[in-house]
């Protein structure tokens, strides 16, 4: 009989031994087995926790957003709710925070992002993930922009993070934080700029 309270630790582990076997591997390779290894359990214990191995893709796509959730919340509510700007700049800072920009949380967005082309369950999650960023972003910008300039520069912020997330991904370096920062920011007071102009 399992231990009682053992379901969440085992589905942390999990999750845990994910990342690393995908930042080892890849995802392609990152099999039952390994992870099972790297989290010190047996194979069966994946099917009983997850089904399968996209079970533990979406579980672990599920805590990294949930980490990218809470990086944006805790900056925010550090603030005065009544400067834009600065909800606006917490919530970049959010999406290159530590929990995102790590080798493993990266390599396994960026198998995510391919995986859920295919998936209907992770490009539910994938959508989400999209909106949430859009809509937090359009909120800001609609307190200081005319509704039209408030989407347009929402949306061009959302793919400029993306962007320079995926380029820092890619380019088998540490992630250059402070440089995509400098970039977003720089960004995002020219469409602030705006409201001035």
């Given at each position: 009989?399992?231990?009682l309270?053992?379901?969440?630790?085992?589905?942390?582990?999990?999750?845990?031994?994910?990342?690393?076997?995908?930042?080892r591997?890849?995802?392609?390779?990152a099999?039952?087995?390994?992870?099972?290894?790297?989290?010190?359990?047996?194979?069966?214990i994946?099917s009983?926790?997850?089904q399968d191995?996209?079970?533990?893709?979406?579980?672990?796509m599920?805590?990294?957003?949930?980490?990218?959730?809470?990086?944006?919340?805790?900056r925010?509510?550090?603030?005065?709710?009544?400067?834009?700007?600065?909800?606006?700049?917490?919530?970049?800072?959010?999406n290159?925070?530590?929990?995102?920009?790590?080798?493993?949380?990266?390599?396994?967005?960026?198998?995510?992002?391919?995986?859920?082309?295919?998936?209907?369950?992770?490009?539910?999650?994938?959508?989400?993930?999209?909106?949430?960023?859009?809509?937090?972003?359009?909120?800001?910008?609609?307190?200081?922009?005319?509704?039209?300039?408030?989407?347009?520069?929402a949306?061009g912020?959302?793919?400029?993070?993306?962007?320079?997330?995926?380029?820092?991904?890619?380019?088998?370096?540490?992630?250059d934080?402070?440089?995509a920062?400098?970039?977003?920011?720089?960004?995002l007071?020219?469409q602030?700029?705006?409201?001035?102009?």
């Amino acid at each position: 009989m399992p231990k009682l309270g053992m379901q969440p630790i085992r589905r942390s582990q999990l999750i845990h031994a994910t990342l690393e076997a995908v930042d080892r591997v890849g995802m392609g390779e990152a099999s039952i087995a390994l992870i099972a290894k790297l989290a010190g359990m047996s194979n069966g214990i994946i099917s009983h926790y997850f089904q399968d191995k996209n079970g533990l893709l979406e579980a672990t796509m599920r805590h990294l957003m949930a980490a990218l959730r809470q990086a944006v919340r805790e900056r925010r509510q550090a603030l005065p709710d009544d400067n834009p700007r600065d909800h606006l700049r917490a919530i970049i800072a959010g999406n290159f925070d530590p929990s995102q920009v790590n080798g493993p949380a990266m390599k396994t967005w960026l198998a995510f992002w391919a995986s859920s082309m295919h998936q209907p369950s992770l490009r539910r999650l994938q959508r989400i993930n999209d909106h949430r960023l859009y809509s937090n972003l359009c909120g800001e910008f609609r307190r200081v922009l005319p509704y039209e300039d408030a989407r347009a520069a929402a949306r061009g912020l959302a793919a400029l993070i993306d962007g320079l997330w995926l380029r820092g991904a890619l380019s088998g370096d540490a992630f250059d934080t402070q440089e995509a920062l400098r970039i977003a920011y720089e960004y995002l007071d020219q469409q602030l700029a705006k409201q001035a102009g």
